[in-house]
C-alpha cells in the first residue's frame, strides 16, 4: 500500500553522467513535487507540477529537467552530474495543492 | 525571501522530560506545518495549523500557531525514545511554495 515510491533508493555515480530518479504515487494527488535535502538537513524545493504542468521552477541549474507523463508520475533526469549534486532528492505528492506526503528518498553521490 | 528560523538545532533529552521546539519567521504564512523526520526516510506529516492563535493536539504532542501567524512552536509533554527523529516546520502550501526551516533533532534517551 505504497503511497509514493521512488526508485532507486541508493544511487552512486560518476561526475559528468547522467541519470534519473523515478517517483509515482498511487494517492489521487494531482500535485506532485521534487525536493533537496542537503548534508545539513535543509529541504528545499526544486520543482512542482499540477496535472502535469510546471507551476513552481526554483533556481535549479538547466541540468535538471523533470518530466511528468501523467499525473501519478514525476521523474527527474540530471545531466552532467557534478559533486555538489550529491544530496537526498525527495518527491512528494498533494491534492490540490494542500498537505504533501514524502516518498522515502533517493539519496544520489556524485564521486 | 521567506525563512523559517528553527530552534534549537540540536536537542538530546532523557526519557520522560518535556521540552519545547520553536519556528520563527518575520513573514506571515498561510498556513504552517510539521513534520517529523526518521534517518533514512521521507518527511512525515504530524499537523497542519491554520489559524492565528490555533492550538492543536497529537497524543503528547501540542502544537501553537502564533496569533499574528509568523511562529509557531512544539511542545512535546513525557518524551519517550521513539519521538527521536528530526522535526521540521514548514509554512506556506497551497498556491505558495512550503518552505522548511532547518530542522531540530530530538534525541530522547532511555
Known amino acids: 500500500d505504497t503511497a509514493v515510491s521512488q526508485t532507486p533508493k541508493y544511487l552512486v555515480t560518476q561526475m559528468g553522467n547522467d541519470k534519473s530518479i523515478k517517483c509515482e504515487q498511487n494517492?489521487?494527488?494531482?500535485?506532485m513535487y521534487w525536493y533537496k535535502q542537503d548534508s545539513k538537513k535543509f529541504l528545499k524545493i526544486m520543482f512542482s507540477y499540477n496535472n502535469k504542468e510546471l507551476i513552481i521552477n526554483e533556481t535549479v541549474p538547466n541540468r535538471f529537467s523533470p518530466k511528468s507523463p501523467d499525473k501519478a508520475h514525476l521523474n527527474l533526469h540530471i545531466n552532467s552530474l557534478e559533486l555538489g549534486d550529491s544530496a537526498v532528492y525527495f518527491c512528494a505528492s498533494s491534492r490540490d495543492r494542500g498537505e504533501q506526503y514524502f516518498g522515502p528518498g533517493t539519496r544520489l553521490t556524485v564521486t | 525571501t521567506q525563512l523559517l528560523e528553527q530552534s534549537p538545532q540540536f536537542l538530546s533529552i532523557q526519557e520522560g522530560e518535556n521540552l519545547t521546539v520553536y519556528c520563527n519567521s518575520s513573514s506571515v504564512f498561510s498556513s504552517l506545518q510539521w513534520y517529523r523526520q526518521e534517518p533514512g526516510e521521507g518527511p512525515v506529516l504530524l499537523v497542519t495549523v491554520v489559524t492565528g492563535g490555533e492550538v492543536k493536539k497529537l497524543k503528547r504532542l501540542t502544537f501553537q500557531f502564533g496569533d499574528a501567524r509568523k511562529d509557531s512552536s512544539l511542545h512535546i509533554t513525557a518524551a519517550q525514545p521513539g519521538d527521536t527523529g528530526l522535526y521540521l516546520c514548514a509554512g506556506g502550501g497551497g498556491s505558495e511554495k512550503l518552505v522548511f526551516g532547518k530542522g531540530t533533532k530530538l534525541t530522547v534517551n532511555p
Open positions: 494517492l489521487g494527488h494531482d500535485t
